[in-house]
């Protein structure tokens, strides 16, 4: 198995990269939705949260107020470890689960949005970042997904910078440009990097 890391600032196009990616064969593993299947209702991982951060964080239907979880956990640092404390483990279970029924020979595309922040990157044989300028990613987060520019802004102050994500970066994949060119890079990455699978490149590595 060849475990790629795929990170990049929030907007910079991981999911349409991880998509591509799918489509020659790789399998997905998206960090951020397992982060949100441990904490669905009814979950242990909810209770824990429900403990140690008040009912004011479950919503109506018993679901997790996220809006109301991120505003205690934005601006305290403790707070945010403690939920990290909750999720993490929760989250690498869940990983090796899906892990354990993959087959030998695959590649595995790690969808790892904090990568870089976590100091994640030797967990991979290859790490790829997604790489925009952030005027291009406000662009895109409020043009198609309609996210208030503050938002994206707040988001983007709290992520690490381009610099330091470049630096643990084994492959960069520039889109400022189309669709297409950043499909392009990506089928290179797939044909030069990635395929055929060749074990012994990969040797070493972890
Ligand atoms: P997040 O950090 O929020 O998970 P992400 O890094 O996964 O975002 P995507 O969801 O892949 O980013 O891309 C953000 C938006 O920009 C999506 O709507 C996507 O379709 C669009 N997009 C990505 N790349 C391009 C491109 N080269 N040209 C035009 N639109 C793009």
């Known amino acids: 198995m060849l475990h790629v890391g795929l990170t990049g600032g929030i907007g910079s196009g991981k999911s349409t990269v991880a998509r591509r990616l799918a489509q020659h064969g790789a399998v997905v593993i998206d960090a951020d939705a ?29 679901e997790l107020d996220r809006r109301a979880l991120a505003s205690i956990v934005f601006d305290d640092e403790k707070a945010r470890a403690d939920l990290e404390s909750i999720t993490h483990p929760l989250v690498a279970a869940r990983t090796a689960e899906l892990l354990a029924t993959t087959g030998e020979q695959s590649i595995v595309v790690h969808d790892v ?9 030797p967990d991979y044989h290859l790490v790829v970042v997604v790489e925009a300028s952030p005027e291009t990613r406000v662009q895109r987060l409020t043009g198609l997904r309609g996210m208030p ?6 988001r983007m102050a709290h992520q690490a910078g381009d610099e330091q994500r470049t630096a643990a970066a084994d492959v960069v994949l520039g889109n400022d440009g189309s ?17 055929p699978y060749e074990e012994n490149l990969w040797q070493g590595r972890l």
Not at 37 to 47: A, C, D, H, K, R
Not at 179 to 195: G, Y
């Open 34 to 62: 397992l982060a949100r299947e441990v904490v669905s209702p009814g979950t242990s991982g909810l209770e824990q949260v429900r403990l140690r951060f008040g009912d004011d964080v479950i919503g109506p239907h018993g």
């Open 113 to 121: 949005p904090l990568l870089v922040e976590n100091h994640l990157g």
């Open 149 to 154: 520019e503050a938002d994206a802004l707040a």
């Open 179 to 195: 669709l297409e060119q950043l499909e392009a890079a990506v089928d290179q990455l797939w044909a030069e990097r990635l395929s």
